[in-house]
T-cell receptor, first 112, second 115 residues
Framework: DQQVKQNSPSLSVQEGRISILNCDYT??????FLWYKKYPAEGPTFLIS?????DKNEDGRFTVFLNKSAKHLSLHIVPSQPGDSAVYFC???????????FGKGTRLHILP | EPEVTQTPSHQVTQMGQEVILRCVPI?????FYWYRQILGQKVEFLVS????????KSEIFDDQFSVERPDGSNFTLKIRSTKLEDSAMYFC?????????????FGAGSRLTVL
């Protein structure tokens, strides 16, 4: 039962270009969405979040877009840098205090 | 910067043996979690712990699993009788409600290999 889906297991992007990571969810009760980033041999680290009352949240090079009607969110990284190469997990929760449900992750490769 | 520390980083055990994975959450955090990731699969929620009791657990967290906060700093996950399918990376995480309880800080993980 995949409530949070990341359909692209991997993505390669040229350094300096925009990286777009996509995520779909099935549970309409989700009200809060997060992106986590994971390097090998480390735990996931929080990157950016968005609540359902917004459709966009920006933090430096990272922007998350939420389309509630389509149950879709995306993470944009611009410009992409070599240090952005990692696995990115989309996550969702019923509210800001609830457990988070992760997607399977998308491995992003930034090419020189 | 405060961090969540986990020990051991890797444990190999025989099927049927008991395993205890240890975690030291960030000191002023109030919510504690265990997640696991089987190789190549998603990070799965196991259990959340708040105010010295389990607040929620998943269907994975059956009677073979238990958690404990034996003192003011440690948070442990015990698997009583390990199975092959328990082989995974186990992540401990903690959070504080003031920042949104689900902005979790994760440890680096404990890799469990059951033979």
């Amino acid at each position: 039962d995949q409530q949070v889906k990341q359909n692209s297991p991997s993505l390669s992007v040229q350094e300096g270009r925009i990286s777009i990571l996509n995520c779909d969810y099935t549970n309409s009760m989700f009200d809060y969405f997060l992106w986590y980033k994971k390097y090998p041999a480390e735990g996931p680290t929080f990157l950016i979040s968005i609540s359902s009352i917004k459709d966009k949240n920006e933090d430096g090079r990272f922007t998350v877009f939420l389309n509630k009607s389509a149950k879709h969110l995306s993470l944009h990284i611009v410009p992409s840098q070599p240090g952005d190469s990692a696995v990115y997990f989309c996550a969702a929760a019923m509210n800001r205090d609830d457990k988070i449900i992760f997607g399977k992750g998308t491995r992003l490769h930034i090419l020189p | 910067e405060p961090e969540v520390t986990q020990t051991p980083s890797h444990q190999v055990t025989q099927m049927g043996q008991e395993v205890i994975l240890r975690c030291v959450p960030i000191s002023n955090h109030l919510y504690f979690y265990w997640y696991r990731q089987i190789l190549g699969q998603k990070v799965e929620f196991l259990v959340s712990f708040y105010n010295n009791e389990i607040s929620e657990k998943s269907e994975i967290f059956d009677d073979q699993f238990s958690v404990e906060r034996p003192d003011g700093s440690n948070f442990t996950l015990k698997i009583r009788s390990t199975k092959l399918e328990d082989s995974a990376m186990y992540f401990c995480a903690s959070s504080t409600p003031g920042y949104g309880a689900n902005v979790l800080t994760f440890g680096a993980g404990s890799r469990l290999t059951v033979l």
